[in-house]
């Protein structure tokens, strides 16, 4: 009541506004967080989430002091549901709601760096952003982790609502559509699932990969791909490969993708990987010197959730150690990030091959089953390595070295342990061996 008042007492909403929209609303439960409100019908429904959401949310915290998220529900929902508690935020069959977008405000056109690999697509999704519907339809973008698949794919929704607010936007990612789907299905709830998906203006679904193997959820999007294309709404997808790569996608879904355009995103360049250094630098109101950017730049290659990462490392350590940022501290903080990924990018094949070298042998004998000392001794160390230096395990081990049991790789493991610590020429060839595998 006391909100009701505060919306009464503007001019803004006085008169028919007021007795029309406000004075029908009936709050039904508050737990402190979700304000949930009863209205009476569903244009009451887009009403508030459109023009009186945001006053309403700062109403409540003028009063409460706290960020309440409002809840709409009709009043036929209520009569259909036995308990109106309030569900969690996302997922849920509660949670659909056209008006819903999911958009992320950080993901931007403005906050995106273009470069020589993203160009295209930025220039795509762009231009999908200022025309939905009407130009690429639809627009599929792939390309590898972290390269900014679904940082455009927010900046076309939030483009799109930015300049007209009318526009139904909704963002999921196809395991979203997919638990939807199944729980709809379960609680037959599908003319619901059906409403929200295919009264959109402009659906991004991320990362379709997912689809793959999931045959109903697939004749499901089909249906909702069609619905959708027909009367003209935009859709726009992503995955980390082309739609003809993905196992088990249908024939008809390939197909369809293929209407619009495609366009991939590679791994940015060493100047673009410093140009977006500079940018969340500068938007994080972080100091560091131009070297040491093109340091973490030139350290980080694969891709720009890495990257963003190694910054926040490097602030992180600067913060601790209470010094400032340069080369030297760069190159402190990253060293744990290098030497996890040489770890990982370490195969048992590259340490039997580097041992066998080493020892002037061959990596057959290694591999193979004579009993010499000068081939079971060099077997054990590559043995021991490779559990030292990979991650794979006792059994997988043992299989690249010929097929052996994972005891042998056990033995062989203790031994080479016991033995370099009273053996200071076998420690020194060992980490001889280690320093070589390192570079
Ligand atoms: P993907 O969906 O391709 O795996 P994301 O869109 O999630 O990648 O990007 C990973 C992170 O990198 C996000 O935080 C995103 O904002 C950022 N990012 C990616 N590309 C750029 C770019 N060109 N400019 C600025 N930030 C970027
Ligand atoms: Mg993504």
Redesign the pocket.
């Known amino acids: 009541d006391k909100i009701k008042n505060k919306f009464k007492a503007d001019p803004k909403f006085e008169g028919t506004t007021y007795d029309t929209w406000i004075a029908t609303v009936k709050p039904i439960a508050y737990d402190g967080d979700t304000l949930t409100l009863e209205l009476p019908s569903s244009l009451h429904r887009d009403y508030w989430e459109k023009m009186l959401k945001s006053q309403l949310v700062e109403y409540a915290y003028s009063i409460t002091y706290k960020n309440i998220s409002p809840k709409f529900v009709l009043e036929e929902e209520l009569q259909k549901e036995s308990k109106p508690a309030a569900k969690p935020a996302d997922g849920g069959q509660d949670s659909y709601s056209y008006t819903d977008t999911h958009l992320e405000p950080n993901?931007t056109f403005e906050?995106?760096?273009?470069?020589q690999g993203?160009k295209m697509a930025q220039a795509a999704a762009l231009a999908v952003s200022e025309s939905p519907g009407k130009l690429y339809n639809p627009l599929f973008l792939y390309?590898g982790?972290?390269?900014?698949?679904?940082?455009?794919m927010h900046a076309i929704g939030n483009n799109i609502v930015k300049h007209d607010p009318s526009q139904r936007v909704m963002y999921v990612t196809s395991e979203k559509f997919a638990n939807d789907f199944i729980g709809a299905i379960q609680n037959n709830k599908m003319d619901e699932f059906r409403h929200v998906y295919r009264n959109v203006d402009v659906l991004l679904v991320?990362d379709i990969q997912f689809f793959g193997n999931k045959e109903g959820t697939q004749d499901e999007f089909f249906n909702t791909f069609q619905a959708l294309y027909s009367n003209h709404k935009q859709i726009v997808l992503?995955s980390d490969r082309l739609p003809n790569e993905v196992p088990k996608l249908k024939d008809r879904l390939v197909s369809r993708f293929a209407w619009g355009l495609s366009v991939d995103?590679t791994a940015?360049d060493l100047e673009?990987r410093t140009a977006?250094l500079r940018?969340k630098a500068k938007a994080d109101n972080m100091d560091i010197p131009a070297d040491a950017l093109g340091y973490i730049a030139s350290q980080i290659e694969s891709n720009?959730?890495e990257l963003?990462g190694a910054l926040s490392r490097v602030q992180a350590y600067a913060k601790l150690n209470n010094a400032p940022i340069d080369t030297e501290l760069v190159a402190n903080a990253l060293r744990p990030l290098k030497l996890a990924k040489a770890r990982s990018a370490l195969t048992v094949s590259d340490i039997i091959s580097k041992v066998a070298s080493y020892y002037h042998i061959s990596v057959k004998e290694i591999k193979g089953t004579k009993r010499v000392k000068a081939i079971v001794v060099p077997r054990q160390i590559a043995m021991y390595l490779s559990r030292e230096m990979t991650d794979n395990s006792l059994p997988k081990i043992g299989d690249e070295f010929g097929g052996k049991d994972h005891t042998t790789v056990i033995h062989a493991y203790d031994k080479i342990s016991r033995a370099s610590a009273n053996d200071s020429d076998l420690s020194k060839q060992i980490s001889d061996i280690k320093t070589e595998l390192q570079h």
């Open positions: 993901y906050t995106f760096v273009i470069g993203n390309g982790v972290g390269l900014g698949k679904t940082h455009l991320d992503t995103i940015p673009t977006i940018a720009v959730r963003e």
